[in-house]
Antibody, heavy 119, light 106 residues
Framework: QLQLQESGPGLVKPSETLSLTCTVSGYSITSYSYYWAWIRQPPGKGLEWIGNIYYSGSTYYNPSLESRVSISVDTSKSQFSLTMTSMTAADTAVYYC???????????WGQGTLVTVSS | IQMTQSPSSLSASAGDRVTITCRASQDITNSLAWYQQIPGKAPKLLLYAASRLESGVPSRFSGSGSGTDYTLTVSSLQPEDSATYYCQQCYSTPWTFGQGTKVEIK
């Protein structure tokens, strides 16, 4: 079964850059069926799609975050990564990685990792 | 596309029939998914394409709707259904979610 696991720092200072990695197991990251996505959830709030990447490297970002976000893929390690610049307290959230079928829904999710932006 | 859920929260007894509504700001032609999120856990896909049940999801969950208006129904609420439920439009990017409906068991 497809499994995803996020990794990265739990604390980031304001104005710094966040880097998170998601490791995919149980399924090929080069599958034609899937896009690989990042979604976040501020404490006590709803879900926000950040962006996703196809194994070929094609990316799609939420326009609200596009200027600060980059997603990359390393097929040799079965990993994809999120980079978000100029972090502020408003970016404090649980960050999830997920698999997205071409039809648009997210069928598998990582457990999530809490990222706190604080000095 | 903006997604609006109602109600924001509800309290019901075990065995009750519960309905949650999701309205899209434009026609999304059944491109809708529903998720269940238990506190401290990742969201779990319940239904996709508005009415198709994800594998392993109990049959007491069902979905319906068309155009801009969709519903998630739990036919007989169970204690383990205490969670927040989100709809998501799968019609066009940016993919967007409703604000969530918190379901509490009395």
């Amino acid at each position: 079964q497809l499994q995803l696991q996020e990794s990265g720092p739990g604390l980031v200072k304001p104005s710094e850059t966040l880097s998170l990695t998601c490791t995919v197991s149980g399924y090929s990251i080069t599958s034609y069926s899937y896009y690989w996505a990042w979604i976040r959830q501020p404490p006590g709030k709803g879900l926000e799609w950040i962006g996703n990447i196809y194994y070929s490297g094609s990316t799609y970002y939420n326009p609200s975050l596009e200027s600060r976000v980059s997603i990359s893929v390393d097929t040799s390690k079965s990993q994809f990564s999120l980079t978000m610049t100029s972090m502020t307290a408003a970016d404090t959230a649980v960050y999830y990685c997920a698999s997205r079928l071409s039809s648009g829904w997210f069928d598998y999710w990582g457990q999530g990792t809490l990222v706190t932006v604080s000095s | 596309i903006q997604m609006t859920q109602s109600p924001s929260s509800l309290s019901a007894s075990a065995g009750d029939r519960v309905t949650i509504t999701c309205r899209a700001s434009q026609d999304i032609t059944n491109s809708l998914a529903w998720y269940q999120q238990i506190p401290g856990k990742a969201p779990k896909l319940l239904l996709y394409a508005a009415s198709r049940l994800e594998s392993g999801v109990p049959s007491r969950f069902s979905g319906s709707g068309s155009g801009t208006d969709y519903t998630l129904t739990v036919s007989s609420l169970q204690p383990e259904d205490s969670a927040t439920y989100y709809c998501q439009q799968c019609y066009s990017t940016p993919w967007t979610f409703g604000q969530g409906t918190k379901v509490e068991i009395k």
